[in-house]
């Protein structure tokens, strides 16, 4: 007796989830779970994509498409609507002023002093404090610049800050300050 009602629960189990209405359910719950995201988040059209791979892949599974269908339309039309979408995003986020003063930009202009050597090879970042905040730095001219060095950002590029020095910096100036 067990193993009949065992039986018939797994049946059930598998028709529901062979179902494809029980799959136009998910996908649909799927896309307004992306597409409310993407209206909470300013991602730059990061999630509508996959909100609407979602309900195309629930439209696809109301007209009777099982799962080994529904989830690669899913992920082909997700990849497609969002390498779509890539360059309006791109439009968009130029179309926004790089404003001074907001994220990594209010660095620009503010006074610093070297806490790890810069060297004077390209690529040869040392440590910079501004503030409270330690950032890897370059020079403008690859000047070689001594831990103590005070210094001014010039700009941000990516997670480094170009910096130039306050003060000239001699060759007499390249030991540590005492």
């Known amino acids: 007796m067990a193993y009949q009602e065992q039986h018939w629960q ?7 989830m062979e179902n494809p209405g029980v799959w ?13 995201g993407e209206l909470m988040l300013p991602s730059s059209l990061y999630l ?3 909100a609407v791979g979602a309900l195309v892949s629930s439209i696809v599974s109301l007209m ?3 799962p080994e269908i529904s ?20 439009r968009l986020d130029a179309a926004l002023p ?10 620009i202009g503010v006074t610093g002093s070297v806490i790890s050597a810069i060297g004077s090879t390209p690529g040869a970042a040392g440590m ?5 905040e330690d950032w890897r730095a370059d020079t403008v001219d690859e000047i070689a610049l001594p831990v ?5 950002v010039l700009e941000v590029r990516g997670t480094r800050l170009v910096v130039e020095p306050v003060e000239p910096v001699g060759p007499f100036q390249l030991s540590e300050p005492r």
């Open 64 to 66: 009777g498409a099982g």
């Open 148 to 152: 103590g060095a005070r210094v001014r």
């Open 71 to 90: 989830f690669p339309l899913f992920l082909v039309a997700s990849f497609a609507v969002f390498l779509g979408f890539r360059p309006l995003a791109r």
């Open 98 to 107: 790089d404003v001074a003063g907001i994220g990594s930009n209010r660095l």
């Open 48 to 50: 509508l994509p996959f």
């Open 10 to 16: 797994d049946k059930v189990k598998r028709e529901s």
């Open 24 to 36: 136009a359910a998910i996908y649909l719950a799927v896309a307004v779970g992306f597409g409310i």
């Open 128 to 132: 910079v404090r501004v503030g409270a």
